[in-house]
């Protein structure tokens, strides 16, 4: 029995615990921070609050959506490799999880458009479209297509760009940048995460592992993109460009080591535990790329949203 299998199947065998592992609850928080970067890289604080809260609902009603259609989508494979999840378990049926993804995703869509109407701007509406077919895309089609990696990552450069798209001034090219180096980096971990459930390919990890770096190497050179764009002249950064590659440098370190571990022995056990510190990483990448713009106060909130995500994957497992 896998790791995942002794999480999902554990007691109690409530409605409610089964809705929350099929949501696969914790990762939540790291679609939230994304949201709460982005807005807080086109915005000097929090307001206004209608706007953020309406786009945190956007963001939660796509990703959740895409967890809950990945087990509708996957329920054969499932079957085999991880028969205690809700479905294959029988504790949700397929019916109900598929009316469930969709209700989600009209949902979240339909709180972006919101959102357009309300600030007078197409992107939000737009963004939440193209990234619900995004995760439509993943989720169904192209799931065992050799690019679903790379779509997976475009969803999460998506959401960041979501949280970005109330601004009343148009995307500035170093944006583009933090979205490209975000998307890259989970494409890499989605290449990683693959085949979780059973013994892995080194070769696939350590091509997963490369991704990775390659999408923090990116995310370290956005601040030359600031410096060098013009329109963003006036913004103050909080650190220097040459600290913040270091700063980028010790994390890739960090979450390389522990992903270093898989390749070296790919067990079950080892990749899942990698592929949790690189998703949980998340928030600390967007909690440090707030702080360059909005210093520790902006920052921390983004980095307070760990905690609930490290509370409630004890309880409910992430990926």
Known sequence: MTATDARSSAPPHSPLRAWLELLRLPNLATAWSDILMGFLVTHSGFAPWPILLLLLAASSGCYLAGMVLNDVFDLETDRVERPGRPLPSGRVSRAAALRGGILLLAGGVTAAWIVAVMVGEWRPGIVATLLA???????????????????????????????????????????????????????????????????????????????????????????????????????????????????????????????????????????????????????????????????????????????????????????
Request: with cysteine.
């Open 133 to 319: 077919g995004a995760v439509w895309l993943y989720d169904g089609p192209a799931k065992r297509l050799a690019i679903a990696p790379l779509i997976m990552g475009s969803c999460r450069s998506l959401n960041v760009l979501l949280g970005m798209s109330a601004a009343a001034a148009p995307w500035q090219p170093y944006q583009g940048v933090i979205a490209a180096g975000l998307g890259l980096y989970i494409a890499g971990v989605t290449w990683y995460a693959r085949t979780e459930a059973r013994p892995s390919n080194r070769l696939r990890l350590a091509f997963g592992l490369g991704m990775i770096l390659l999408g923090l190497g990116l995310l370290a050179w956005f601040p030359d993109w600031v410096v060098a764009d013009g329109a963003a002249a006036n913004l103050q950064l909080q650190t220097t460009p040459d600290r913040w590659r270091l700063l980028m440098a010790l994390l890739g370190a960090l979450i390389g080591w522990r992903l270093l571990w898989g390749i070296l022995e790919p067990i079950p056990a080892h990749v899942q535990l990698g592929v949790k510190q690189a998703i949980l990483s998340v928030i600390v990448l967007d909690a440090s790329i707030t702080f360059v713009f909005r210093g520790f106060d902006g920052a921390l909130p983004v980095l307070v949203l760990l905690i609930p995500a490290m509370w409630l994957g004890k309880w409910i497992y992430s990926t």
